[in-house]
């Protein structure tokens, strides 16, 4: 353990030296961008947007500001803590962090603002603490929209199972939570396994095998992350046979060009992806602007998501290719790889997301339960800033803005006009936001109903690498 924790405290020393010279004669500020992990490359996309940042901001501002890109060798929620008590002790000006476990997070996010250094999370918060914001994807939402593409590609019955993190971390917790709600609606789907993998690729791998072994009739696979598809082919024969037979399909989170080959050969049914690049590009600034400007913000920013599948996955591969994250991703136009599944487009059309305490025992059928009313009503809620997720607080002071959870342009599938977007919102968002804050001020907010999620950006895509 004592050697974990010298491995982390060296990983904080060595990234820090990376930090703009010093000697440029102006003030300096620090600012620390925590990750979970060493070697997960969703995070070390993150932090190259965070170090892009930083470098614009010591460019073109009054302060030189200095990144520390700081996090535990493993995926460890003790080790975590340990390491954001040492920034406060560096005194830095300024926290964000991903937090591996959100009641481990509280004491060493209060302290670090009880001493002066404000602090927000992103991808993986810590709601009961004494951070001022939350930058992520709705990871609810997320899992909701996962279930409706796994039974959209495997039809309305048989097994289906799911492989998780970390047990306890609250992003992993809601997306698994929308998971298992979104299934709820078809009663002849059966979730016949959850397996931890505490973001171990060897882990992972064991327990899909495991799975498929017990389970030779499984139809689907949610993995809330890619760590099992990181192992190399014929890591999992079994799970590899029955997707090539064809009986298998699995519906994986994240967009990293491992997974998005395994789509383009058809292991994958569909991908959900993050803002990466934007969970440091955007928190550095956030906790700048914080910093500098005293800012306010919600105490949530949804950032949206990317949907891919077989019809926009080399769209997402050229992303990669070039490291252009702003070109436009195609929106995909079917429920997975395979055709268009019109029982479920009949059972999406009269569909509702569950509320608080509530599950969806299945569609609601008829003309009679005034749903193009009801969406208009959440159209004009969403304009005016009010939440409708099960995953929002109740009270106007726990709601995101329409200002920074813009709906998505397009028009519903299945008819009838889109939501508004609501223009004096996004001009809000930008008299509060500094210029070229591609990330926030592009990304989509997912649509309302009838469906729980958009298929994919309308507009504009967050900044990616230079």
């Known amino acids: 353990m004592s050697r974990l924790w010298t491995l982390g405290i060296l990983v904080i020393v060595l990234l820090a030296a990376c930090g703009p010279a010093a000697g440029s004669g102006r003030p300096t500020i620090t600012i620390a961008w925590v990750h979970k992990s060493l070697g997960n490359p969703v995070f070390e996309l993150g932090s190259r947007g965070a170090q892009a940042k930083a470098r614009e901001l010591s460019a073109g501002g009054p302060y030189e500001v200095q990144l520390i890109t700081a996090g535990p060798v493993a995926a460890d929620a003790v080790e975590q803590a340990r390491v954001i008590e040492d920034l406060i002790a560096r005194q830095v000006d300024g926290i964000a962090v991903s937090c591996n476990d959100p009641t481990a997070c509280v004491d060493p996010i209060n302290r670090a603002v009880a001493a002066g250094i404000p602090v927000m999370t992103w991808d993986s918060d810590a709601p009961d603490s004494r951070r001022f914001t939350y930058l992520a994807i709705d990871n609810y939402q997320a899992g909701w929209e996962a ?132 969970w440091g590009y955007d928190s550095v600034q956030i906790v700048y602007d914080r910093i500098v400007h005293k800012a306010d913000y919600p105490p949530f920013i949804d950032t949206g998501l990317d949907i891919v599948t077989a019809n926009n996955v080399d769209a997402m591969i050229r992303a990669w290719d070039t490291n252009d994250f702003q070109t436009p991703l195609r929106r995909h136009t079917t429920y997975g790889t395979d055709p268009p599944v019109h029982w479920l487009n009949q059972t999406l059309r009269h569909a509702r997301r569950p509320r608080p305490g509530e599950l969806q025992r299945g569609p609601r059928r008829g003309r009679g339960h005034g749903g193009a009313q009801r969406r208009r009503q959440v159209g004009a809620g969403r304009a005016a800033g009010r939440p409708d997720g099960p995953h929002r607080r109740r009270g106007a002071d726990r709601r995101a803005p329409a200002a920074l959870a813009l709906p998505c342009a397009g028009a519903r599938r299945g008819g009838g006009a889109a939501a508004p977007r609501p223009r004096r919102a996004a001009r809000h968002h930008r008299e509060h936001l500094p210029r070229g804050r591609a990330g926030l001020a592009a990304a989509p907010r997912l649509a309302a109903l009838p469906r729980p999620a958009a298929h994919g950006s309308a507009g504009p895509r967050r900044a990616g690498p230079a």
Do not use: C
């Open 147 to 278: 279930a409706r593409l796994l039974v959209g590609a495997i039809g309305p019955r048989g097994k289906v199972a799911m492989l998780t993190g970390v047990p306890g971390a609250l992003n992993l917790e809601e997306r698994a939570r929308g998971f298992r709600d979104g299934l709820a609606a078809y009663p002849d789907v059966e979730l016949v396994a959850t397996v931890f993998s505490n973001e171990d690729i060897s882990r992972g791998v064991q327990g899909v095998e495991e799975v498929m072994q017990a389970h030779p009739d499984l139809r689907g696979w949610f993995y809330v992350g890619l760590w099992p598809l990181f192992a190399d082919r014929g890591s999992m024969p079994l799970w590899e046979a029955a997707t090539q037979a064809g009986t298998l399909k699995t519906v994986a989170f994240d967009t990293l060009p491992v997974e998005l080959n395994l789509l383009r050969e058809g292991y994958l049914t569909a991908l959900i992806g993050q803002k990466y690049w934007g």
